[in-house]
Structure formats: C-alpha cells, structure tokens
C-alpha cells in the first residue's frame, strides 16, 4: 500500500467533514430581537372628519377621552372593542340615543368583573370578545361565538 | 491487505444484493396507496390511487378516491369523483348516498332534497338511509317540520329518543322573551338580566341604579342642584342603559340556544356518520 491504511480512514474522515460540514450559517447569525410588545393603542386611528351631524359632538369628545384618559391609563379595558371604541362604533351603527343606551349597558358590564370567561370569548389572552354586532336590536346581526372560544389568539 | 479485502466484499455485496423490487408496479403502487388511506393520508393516498388507475381499471380504487376527498373535507371534489360511478360498480348504490352526505355538507339545499326524495322513492337499500339524513337536515332549516309521528318514521328504535327530543326542541325551543326581560328590567333594575341567565350583570345593574339614585335623592334633598342633576342623568342613562341590555341580553340568550341546537344536531350527524354506511377498506 503506498499509503498507511490508519491515514487513509483519517484523511476519509477529514474529507467527510469538510464537505459536509454545516453551511447554513444564517441561522447562527447575529440578530436583533425586538422585545417591546405591540400595543393596539398607540395605532389608535384618530379621526376628526365629520360624517355625520352627531360626529360634530361625538368625534371631539371622544377623540378628547382617547388621547388625555385612556391612552395616558393604559389597556385596561377587558373588552375589544375598548368601551370608547365601542361607543364610537355604536354610533356608526346605530344613533346616538341608541349608542348611548348601548354605551350604558356595555359599562354595566364593564363594572362586573365575575363570570366573564363563562360568558365571552375571548380576544388575544387579555381581552374578551364583545362586538357591538351583538347588541344593535338587529336579530340578523347577532353571530354568537360561544364563551371561551379564540377569536384571535 | 484486509482492509483492501473488506472494502472489496462490501462493495460486490452491495451491487449483488441492492434492491430488485419493482415500486411503480401497480400491484406496489396500490398497495402503498392502501397504506396511506388507511393512514388516513388521504391528499396522497389520491394521488397514488390516480397513478394506479392510469394502468388498471379499478372501480373500488375510483370509490376510494372519492371516500378520500370527502374524508378530507372536500366535498365538491368527491361528489365530482362519485357521480362518475358506472351502474355496473359494485360502489353504484353506495356513490348514491354519499353524494346525498356531500350535497348536504356543500349547503345545496335545493340539489340536497330533490336528490334525497329520488333517492328515498328508489329501490336502493339506501333510500332509508337518505330519508333520516333528510329528516335530520330539516331540523337545521327554517322549513315548516312534518307532524313528529311522520317524521320519526324513518329512525330506528334506538335512534327515536334522541330524534323526538330534537323534534321538541325545535318545535319549542326554550327562548327567553325579549318583551319579559325588559319589563322585569322597568319594574327591578337587573331583574330582565338576571332572568336570562346573567345574574353578575343583573346584579351590578341593580346596584349602579340604585346608588345613582340614591347619589341624586339626597343631593336634591341638600339642595346641591348641578350634582343632583348630574347623578340623576348617569342614573336615568343606567336604568334605560339596563333595560335596553335586558332586552339584547334575551336576544343572544336565543341565539345560543339555537347555535346550541344546531351543534347538537350536527354533532349528531357527524357521529352517526351523515348514515352512510361504514366502509371496512382498511381491515
């Protein structure tokens, strides 16, 4: 043999190796993770345009509770929609004698702070689900999604 | 010297024994496809099953092609796959009422009962399968239901019990009334909500109620106008507020009921297998 059998297996190894050594180095590269949450309030759509003659009274004021209370407060809200966007949203739907009666209710529900898992589903791990769909009087609208069900995760 | 030996032997060993077996014959072919439609890998069971028919005609291999995509949910393909069924397969009856099951899970009302009654009026060895599956599909629709003796006809002793309780539940469905609940609200702050079931938010109701009036009584009894005025507002708005939820508060208590039904029953279906007979392929 005019090479060593014990250095013919070492160079077979070495080759071995260096042919199929790892090559997808991307994966071990350096990254920069980001570790800040997103938070649906900062991407609040703050809106003054006048749709309709309610929206003269309504937009202000609530624009006014969105920016100086709730955005300084923070999530605290359980629902998605937020009780101010709610009522905002109630508006849009309905009237506003209607949304505020819808407004009232809602912050019934607000205060009671037991039984909510049994009763709505529920919006990312914070939040419950409470459209104002459910509660327009309008039968047709009502799309029950039954409690403790994901509606987004 | 041995190792030249050694690598020799291995080398003649593999050229000598390496595989032989022929894995496109359609007997192979076929065989594989079984495995994986019994592995319930149904996408590429299909796809086996399709290469397979390319050299051999095989009406089971057609009928499994079609049980395939309906076991995967795709019911348009598997009605396709099924109505090419010749009258001379032994699946011909079968294809029948599987195309029943796929027309009723494809939500074609219309297609769906006119084939079920041809189906029901043949002389298939189905056609009382298609009967309960048409029955049963009543119960999810808002058409006017047979009397219950007529309509339990089809069902078999075991089956009856749970039939005639969904046949009651339809014809009345424990509903909460809108009207009720929202009196019972007018005359006891929370009551309309407690009445449907939500006694939490009746409950808070009935205390936001009353300790804004209560906030407005004795601020009109100390003549503090503005803040009387201001509590008397806020509680008037939770008092109507609650009333009004009161109300909705019956109308998603109906709605579950009947969202509860319509799982019942479809689970029903589902577990009696839309009454399609169970195939044994996979024995």
Redesign the interface.
């Known amino acids: 043999?005019i090479i060593n059998?014990k250095y013919?297996f070492l160079l077979l190894v070495i080759s071995q190796c260096t042919i199929y050594s790892q090559t997808d180095w991307v994966r071990w590269e350096k990254s920069d993770p980001m570790y800040q949450t997103n938070n649906r309030y900062l991407e609040r759509e703050y809106d003054l345009s006048i749709q309709s003659t309610s929206d003269i009274i309504i937009k202000p004021v609530v624009n006014t509770y969105w920016f100086f209370i709730s955005d300084v407060d923070g999530d605290n809200c359980p629902f998605n929609p937020s009780c101010s966007s709610f009522f905002a949203q109630s508006i849009n739907e309905t009237n506003l004698f209607?949304a505020?009666?819808?407004?009232?209710?809602r912050?019934?529900?607000d205060?009671?702070a037991?039984?909510r898992p049994e009763?709505y589903p529920r919006f990312g791990r914070n939040h419950f689900y409470d459209p104002v769909s459910?509660?327009t009087?309008d039968?047709k609208k009502?799309n029950?999604i039954?409690a403790k069900t994901y509606v987004k995760e | 010297m041995m190792?030249?030996l050694y690598c020799s032997i291995i080398f003649i060993a593999s050229i000598t024994f390496s595989q032989t077996i022929d894995f496109q014959s359609p007997q192979n072919i076929k065989l594989f496809a079984d495995f994986l439609f019994c592995d319930k890998d149904y996408l590429r069971a299909i796809d086996e099953y399709e290469k397979y028919l390319t050299m051999v005609d095989d009406d089971s291999v057609r009928f499994k092609i079609a049980i395939g995509f309906s076991n995967m949910g795709d019911q348009y393909n598997a009605y396709q796959k099924l109505s090419l069924t010749k009258e001379s397969s032994p699946f011909y009856e079968q294809s029948k009422i599987e195309m029943l099951k796929s027309l009723y899970l494809l939500n074609i009302d219309s297609s769906f009962y006119s084939s079920a009654e041809i189906l029901i009026n043949s002389e298939s060895v189905y056609s009382n399968n298609a009967f309960r599956l048409k029955n049963t599909s009543l119960l999810l629709t808002d058409n006017e239901l047979p009397e219950q003796k007529i309509f339990l006809i089809p069902f078999h002793n075991d089956e009856e019990y749970t039939l005639s309780n969904f046949y009651d539940l339809k014809k009345n469905p424990h509903y909460k009334s809108e009207i009720w609940a929202g009196v019972l609200s007018t005359i006891i702050p929370g009551s309309g909500k407690i009445y449907t079931g939500?006694?939490?938010?009746g409950?808070?109701?009935f205390i936001?109620t009353g300790l804004f009036g209560y906030l407005a009584y004795t601020n009109f009894k100390h003549d503090h106008q503005a803040r009387a005025w201001i509590f008397t507002a806020v509680g008037a708005?939770?008092y109507?507020?609650?009333i009004?939820?009161s109300?909705?508060s019956a109308?998603?208590f109906?709605?579950?009921i009947?969202?509860d039904f319509g799982e019942g029953v479809k689970f029903y279906l589902e577990e009696k297998n839309y009454f399609v007979p169970v195939y044994d392929f996979c024995k």
């Open positions: 043999m059998n013919l209607q505020t009666l819808m407004f009232f209710d912050f019934t529900r205060t009671n037991f039984g009763h459910l509660y009087l039968e009502i029950y039954p | 190792f030249s939500n006694y939490g938010d409950i808070t109701a936001l708005g939770f109507l507020g609650n009004y939820g109300v909705v109308q998603i109906n709605a579950k009947n969202f």
